[in-house]
């Protein structure tokens, strides 16, 4: 195997703007020689070069490599820069596929470079790939009798890969996921695979645990503050900002709006507002278009209710933004990874330290020299983000920021954040599920096991719930092809559908399958066994009451806010 630096220089080559990087090379010296490593580096170092970098490594030596990402965002915006690397490098674009709901470029993860949801690759790494979901529950409750050999070849893509998980701190937010990555280690040097976690943002207690649960198996660390990268970090300190932390409660939108015209007028003019929850963005979106003196091509919504083709049109839109001196960016929490824009006004809703610091990776994130960021809270309707974040991770940062000042790009200044927000109580690990996860990767014998844990977990090994697809009423007709549909589609958490509990779903006709029908659920429907009828092939998706625009993406008529 060539060394990783080899293919490291050649990826740099393909930059638009080549950077000297030295943690970049220090980083990748480390993974070359190590089976499980952790890589932290701060937000806009570049950290997507070493999974770049590993990924032509595997192709060019006849291996495969899986980059497996837990928002679908972090994914759409890595694909493009994938392709164009291998482009540059004389590789057909078709070695990187994509597998993630309706995308089923790479299935069973067997393109050379797969880039997938961790979603998908937990389903792929215990046997029950998307292809194989639905057979795999038929078989599991007698329904169904054909073979299930499958699933044996969908482990072995996953076992036989590179893996590569970013932003694994948002594999950690939560028992289950971080329960699963904990598996996933013990896993991977089980069988000699190369596993490769990367972040910005990892607290000490985090640190402490992985440390302690890798302690017996050869996992290694690749810390930014190992090797510091002193120009960049100067570059970082240079940057000159004002920050404020305010309490909002009546008259928010009217607040906000003021900062926005101040900043304009103080030459601060790319700017961004984040929203915890998609109803108060796209109010906000709404009022500004009124009421902002800014060019309406010039202003864009982005989050996570939008359909493929619009997300599609939103990169693009991001790009051409990118070269402008002024725009308006509302956004969801969206924006705190895969979106690849800056800005010198930044005003967003409180969130905890780590998505903090990750949303404001966005701001002066060039060659910007000055800005102002705007924080707020609302203490009389804490209830609302009960939803979205944990309350004391809320309040702890709060805290923090009331008592000390922050500088948000130097990371020697963000860790003592992180560690006052995140202690060892913030990461609970749940030992029958890593036992468990464990135990259905070795048995070889059939699903049964891992069906029965995917039902327990409620559709998703990782997250708290799985993503399901959803049409606005407003869109539907009776006239629509499956076709048609499926470019409607817009993806909501099931939790949040049980929530909402619509009244009508869409299935395939059985006597036209390329017809959708529409027919009526009952509560019994909400009672029992919902997953099995989701993931069944008839289903098509639910019927939700609301609209969609291409701005706007999908609005509630009842203002489901999360």
């Given at each position: 195997m060539a060394d990783l630096s080899y293919y490291l220089e050649r990826?740099?080559?393909?930059?638009?703007k080549k950077e000297d990087r030295p943690f970049l090379n220090f980083a990748v010296e480390k993974v070359g020689k190590s089976g499980i490593i952790v890589v932290e580096a701060p937000t806009g170092y570049g950290k997507s070069v070493i999974s770049q970098t590993v990924a032509l490594s595997a192709l060019e030596e006849g291996l495969k490599c899986i980059i497996a990402f837990p928002l679908r965002s972090l994914l759409e915006d890595q694909v493009s820069k994938f392709r164009s690397m291998l482009s540059k490098l004389g590789h057909d674009e078709g070695n990187v596929g994509v597998r993630y709901m309706h995308h089923p470029e790479s299935k069973y993860l067997l393109r050379p470079i797969s880039l997938t949801t961790v979603d998908t690759f937990s389903l792929t790494l215990f046997g029950i790939a998307p292809e194989d979901l639905e057979v795999a529950l038929g078989y599991y409750d007698g329904t169904l009798t054909r073979s299930m050999g499958h699933y044996l070849f969908s482990r072995s893509m996953a076992l036989l890969s590179d893996v590569i998980l970013d932003e694994v701190h948002l594999v950690s937010d939560m028992t289950k996921s971080l329960s699963f990555l904990i598996a996933l280690i013990w896993i991977a040097a089980g069988h000699g695979m190369r596993l490769i976690l990367m972040s910005a943002t990892i607290p000490k207690a985090l640190e402490e645990l992985l440390r302690r649960e890798g302690e017996n198996i050869g996992l290694e660390f690749a810390?930014?503050?190992e090797n510091p990268d002193n120009r960049?970090?100067?570059?970082?300190?240079a940057k000159k900002y004002d920050f404020s932390l305010e309490k909002l409660d009546n008259g928010k939108f009217e607040k906000i709006?003021?900062?926005?015209k101040e900043g304009r007028k103080e030459g601060f003019r790319r700017s961004i507002v984040v929203f915890n929850t998609v109803s108060e963005a796209v109010k906000f979106y709404e009022i500004a278009r009124e009421r902002l003196d800014v060019e309406k091509s010039r202003m864009l919504l982005i989050h996570s209710r939008f359909t493929e083709e619009d997300k599609e049109e939103k990169r693009r839109r991001i790009e051409e933004l990118k070269k402008l001196d002024e725009y308006l960016i509302v956004a969801t929490q969206v924006i705190e990874a895969g979106v690849d824009i800056s800005s010198d006004l930044f005003i967003?809703?409180?969130?905890?330290a780590s998505s903090l610091i990750q949303r404001l990776g966005r701001f002066l994130r060039y060659d910007e020299k000055e800005g102002k960021i705007y924080l707020w809270y609302e203490d009389e309707k804490r209830e609302k983000y009960k939803g979205v974040y944990y309350l004391d991770l809320l309040e702890k940062t709060l805290e923090f920021l009331e008592k000390k000042s922050v500088r948000f790009h130097d990371p020697e200044s963000y860790q003592p954040l992180l560690n006052s927000v995140y202690d060892e109580s913030s990461f609970s690990l749940r030992g029958s599920d890593i036992r468990e996860f464990i135990s259905i990767q070795s048995t070889l014998k059939n699903p049964d096991m891992a069906v029965e844990k995917f039902i327990e977990c409620e559709g998703s090994f990782v997250r708290e719930s799985s993503l399901v697809p959803v049409i606005p009423s407003f869109s539907w007709n009776e006239n629509m092809t499956t076709k048609d549909v499926e470019k409607h589609l817009v993806p909501m958490s099931l939790s949040t559908v049980s929530r909402i509990r619509p009244r009508e779903i869409l299935v395939v006709r059985?006597?036209?399958p390329e017809k959708v029908s529409k027919i009526a659920v009952d509560e019994k429907f909400w009672q029992k066994?919902?997953?099995?009828k989701v993931v069944s092939p008839k289903f098509v998706a639910f019927l939700v009451d609301g609209s969609y625009d291409q701005e706007k993406g999908l609005v509630m008529r009842h203002g489901e806010s999360s």
């Open positions: 990826v740099l080559g393909t930059l638009p810390k930014f503050s960049f970090l100067e570059e970082r300190r709006l003021e900062w926005l967003s809703d409180l969130a905890p059985e006597e036209d066994k919902v997953l099995k």
